[in-house]
Structures are given as C-alpha cells and as structure tokens.
C-alpha cells in the first residue's frame, strides 16, 4: 500500500540509503535531502518544497509534480518527460538542471530564477509565457517549442531558430537577441 503523507518536513535525510516510499506527498517540504540515482517512480507530490537537495538521476516514471517548487537543487540528468504530464507544474530557483529532458510537456508560465541549464531539452516543449530570468542556457535544444510571451531579457547562451519555434510575442533584451541570428551566420559587432 502506497504512502499518504501530508504537511511533513523532511530535512537531512538520505534518501539513497533508505528509499523514500513510494506515495502521495502534499504540503511536505524536503530540505537539504539526498535522492541522487534513486527512484521517486509512480509518487506524487502536491504543493511539495524541495530544498538544497540533490535529485540528480532519478528515475521520474509516472512521477507526478503538481505546484512543486524547487530552490537551489540539483536536479541534473533528469528524465521530467516521463512524468504524468497531467496538470503538472513546478517552478525553479538556483537549480542546476544541466542535461535534463523536457521534451513535448505543457510547462506554460513556468519559471526558472538563476538556474543552469546546460545542454537542456526543451524539443515540442510548450513555454509559453515561461520565465528565464538569469539563467544559462548554453547548448538547450529548442526545436519546434513554443516559446510564445516567454520572457527571455535576462538569459543568456542559448540559440533559437525562428523558423523552428514559435516565438510571437517573446521577449528578448538587445544584448542577448543574438542568440536568434546564429542559424542565418549573421555577424553582429
């Protein structure tokens, strides 16, 4: 049977030790806990907080994230396009969320504050109205997303293709607009 925990904090467990149990989790904050290469497979998590906590590699299978918020975690190497994509939502804080997949998922009005997102996956993706603000977007793969009102004045490294992403009403500064003239060879001194 399947756990229900609701409003609990967990803070400094190790979760690779000793696996957290397979279960509903609502109003739980997560702080300063290792799950890294563990498996949160078929768990949901509701109006969850995860802090400070390394979840790099987890296997994500039917995980379901709905209003999850995480703040300074690491999240690297993660497979969010096996979620249950129904209704779920979260936003990131100083995550370091380099090579993860977010292929083909509903993500609009998604944000994420000062996180790394190296070599991320956003092919399919829908963006619309997402948030960049400060984040490193070096090698993301943006290929038929809809980035549609996203804001993306304060992001930095990324290259889009115009022809290749929705982008009507998108938001861009002028230093980093740029990143939307690669694919045309275009030289901007």
Known sequence: ?????????FSKQNFTETPLPRGE????NFDHCVFA??????????KCSFSNCDLSMVKLRKT???EVEFKDCKLQ???FDDCNDFLISFDFEGCILNYSIFQKLKLKSTRFKGCKLVEVDFTGTDLSSAVFEDCDLSGATFENTNLEAADLRSAWNFELDPTQNRLAKAKFSKENVIGLLGKFGVVVE
């Open 77 to 79: 190497g993660l497979h």
């Open 37 to 46: 290469n563990g498996d949160l497979s078929g768990s949901t998590f509701a």
């Open 64 to 66: 379901t994230f709905h």
């Open 25 to 28: 989790y609502e109003d739980c």
């Open 1 to 9: 049977m399947d756990a229900y925990t609701i409003g609990e904090d």
